[in-house]
């Protein structure tokens, strides 16, 4: 993809389309946001097969192997597909991520909420037919449409530890995301955020269900994922740059956290995507 930023609307013509046509898994060298409205879609994704019904919310992040497939519900298909650059969009990766950490798809109430939603998008898309698009508009309407989807989302509490929590865990991912190919320890997170481990993983547990360690090592796996399928390091190259010192070691986590080890994955992942 050319542009910085990019939307655009999908429709029940546009699924009856696509009934008969093969699509294949492939990779993105962009981030992509997907609001379904109306409709379904078969998603393809982090190595599983899951169909969500509207209204949803997915996210796929640059390089990662994926096969979406839009579908009519109902006689309806209704979506919005957001197309990004991470330079465009630095600031809310690190949001992104955390909102969709362990989970590519989301289902939202659909209500309000999600007329709202679809209301930011069709502003999004009548600025980028402008004849000078305000990519400081559009930034702050997507900024917007991201504050209501993690307000919205499930896990969300309305309290005031719920939101300390929330914030402490924003903080935690920022230095996550600076440190997590580093061989480094738990404590070395909580005492960046001034705090105990215990007091890490209760706030983990409170926003994500999961321990800052799981946290830790997903981040690491989704690296290692990337790396395997778009990159000809060797195992131990990758182990070795995600902060795995031992490939016996990575290779172990990696199969008790999806099934498979890291050779199996390769190959599977770029004939699927071959």
Same mark, same amino acid.
């Given at each position: 993809?050319?542009?910085?930023? *990019?939307?655009?609307?999908? +429709?029940? @013509?546009?699924? *009856?389309?696509?009934?008969? @046509?093969?699509?294949?898994?492939? !990779?993105?060298?962009?981030?992509?946001?997907?609001?379904?409205? *109306?409709? @379904?879609?078969?998603?393809?994704?982090?190595?599983?097969?899951?169909?969500?019904?509207?209204?949803? %919310?997915?996210?796929?992040? @640059?390089g990662k192997p994926h096969l979406l497939l839009p579908q009519i519900h109902q006689g309806e298909c209704d979506l919005w597909v957001i197309r990004f650059r991470s330079e465009f969009m630095s600031e809310v990766i690190f949001k992104m991520y955390g909102y969709?950490?362990?989970?590519?798809? !989301?289902?939202?109430?659909?209500?309000?909420?999600?007329?709202?939603?679809? !209301?930011?998008?069709?502003?999004?898309?009548?600025? +980028?037919?402008?004849?000078?698009?305000?990519?400081? %508009?559009?930034?702050?309407?997507?900024?917007?449409l991201l504050t209501i989807i993690n307000h919205e989302r499930p896990t969300n509490i309305q309290s005031d530890s719920a939101n300390s929590a929330s914030e402490t865990y924003t903080h935690f991912l920022h230095i996550l995301e600076d440190n997590f190919r580093r061989n480094v320890k738990i404590s070395f997170y909580a005492e960046k955020l001034f705090m105990s481990e215990r007091n890490l993983n209760i706030v983990c547990q409170e926003v994500m269900q999961q321990s800052a360690g799981e946290i830790i090592e997903t981040r690491k796996l989704n690296e290692a994922k990337n790396l395997l399928v778009n990159s000809n390091k060797t195992i131990a190259e990758i182990g070795f740059e995600i902060g795995y010192n031992e490939k016996a070691y990575f290779s172990k986590v990696f199969k008790r956290k999806t099934g498979y080890t890291p050779t199996i994955f390769r190959k599977e992942m770029k004939q699927l995507i071959s």
């Amino acid at each position: 993809m050319d542009q910085l930023f *990019k939307i655009f609307r999908y +429709t029940t @013509k546009d699924a *009856k389309a696509l009934e008969d @046509k093969q699509i294949e898994a492939h !990779v993105h060298d962009f981030e992509e946001l997907i609001i379904g409205a *109306k409709g @379904k879609i078969s998603h393809f994704i982090d190595f599983e097969d899951e169909t969500v019904y509207a209204p949803f %919310v997915s996210f796929v992040t @640059k390089g990662k192997p994926h096969l979406l497939l839009p579908q009519i519900h109902q006689g309806e298909c209704d979506l919005w597909v957001i197309r990004f650059r991470s330079e465009f969009m630095s600031e809310v990766i690190f949001k992104m991520y955390g909102y969709f950490h362990n989970r590519a798809n !989301v289902t939202l109430p659909g209500d309000q909420c999600f007329d709202r939603l679809m !209301v930011l998008c069709q502003m999004m898309h009548d600025e +980028t037919q402008r004849p000078n698009p305000g990519l400081i %508009v559009i930034k702050q309407l997507f900024m917007t449409l991201l504050t209501i989807i993690n307000h919205e989302r499930p896990t969300n509490i309305q309290s005031d530890s719920a939101n300390s929590a929330s914030e402490t865990y924003t903080h935690f991912l920022h230095i996550l995301e600076d440190n997590f190919r580093r061989n480094v320890k738990i404590s070395f997170y909580a005492e960046k955020l001034f705090m105990s481990e215990r007091n890490l993983n209760i706030v983990c547990q409170e926003v994500m269900q999961q321990s800052a360690g799981e946290i830790i090592e997903t981040r690491k796996l989704n690296e290692a994922k990337n790396l395997l399928v778009n990159s000809n390091k060797t195992i131990a190259e990758i182990g070795f740059e995600i902060g795995y010192n031992e490939k016996a070691y990575f290779s172990k986590v990696f199969k008790r956290k999806t099934g498979y080890t890291p050779t199996i994955f390769r190959k599977e992942m770029k004939q699927l995507i071959s």
